[in-house]
């Protein structure tokens, strides 16, 4: 097992599509491992492959905390069905320090492989239906600063490039 590089904002891999995976082997398993290990030293509730580098359709998300976790390692991930609105504040390791309410939807239904290649089929609602929602869209190639309007959009890469400049005076 080890820690992986996160990728931050403005690395173009950010903004990349992730390719489908075709093979379920030791590799695909080894890179999900490292991911979930690197996801809960960050500390996170998720992670996608193109945040370490990797362009491929794998996330790994955890939403249920140290008591009980609830570890979903899916593979090639897509939304179904969803239904309702949710502004929650979602914040992001690719985007470290910055926050903002996000519009999505309240639930969804996703298909992923698991890491063995079977098909999985899940309904998810609250924090998980916002996860699948988060880490789908790194996929795409999209950050959640992505989905603010124009003057928040304006707003964020001011404040971030601040944020950014006081993470390397602490170097």
């Known amino acids: 097992m080890a820690l992986l590089r996160m990728r931050h904002?403005?690395?173009?891999?950010?903004?990349?599509?992730a390719e489908a995976?075709?093979?379920?082997?030791?590799?695909?398993r080894t890179l999900a491992t490292d991911m979930v290990e690197t996801m809960y030293a960050a500390p996170g509730v998720g992670l996608a492959a193109p945040q370490i580098g990797v362009l491929k359709r794998l996330v790994v998300i955890?939403?249920?905390?140290?008591?009980?976790?609830?570890?979903i390692e899916a593979v090639n991930p897509e939304i179904l069905e969803r239904d309702g609105e949710s502004y929650e504040e979602e914040g992001c390791l690719s985007v470290p320090g910055y926050y903002a309410q996000v519009k999505r939807s309240a639930w969804v239904r996703v298909r992923y492989q698991n890491l063995h290649g079977e098909m999985v089929e899940q309904e998810a609602e609250g924090l998980l239906a916002?996860?699948?929602?988060?880490?789908?869209?790194?996929?795409?190639?999209?950050?959640?600063?992505?989905?603010?309007?124009?003057l928040k959009k304006s707003l964020f890469r001011k404040k971030y490039k601040k944020i950014m400049e006081q993470q390397q005076e602490q170097l």
Not at 62 to 71: A, F, R, V
Not at 130 to 150: M, N, P, T
């Open 62 to 71: 955890d939403c249920g905390g140290e008591e009980e976790p609830e570890l």
């Open 9 to 17: 904002y403005p690395d173009p891999v950010l903004s990349s599509v």
């Open 21 to 28: 995976v075709t093979e379920f082997d030791d590799t695909l």
């Open 130 to 150: 916002v996860c699948f929602q988060h880490e789908i869209d790194h996929l795409e190639g999209k950050l959640f600063v992505d989905r603010l309007s124009s």
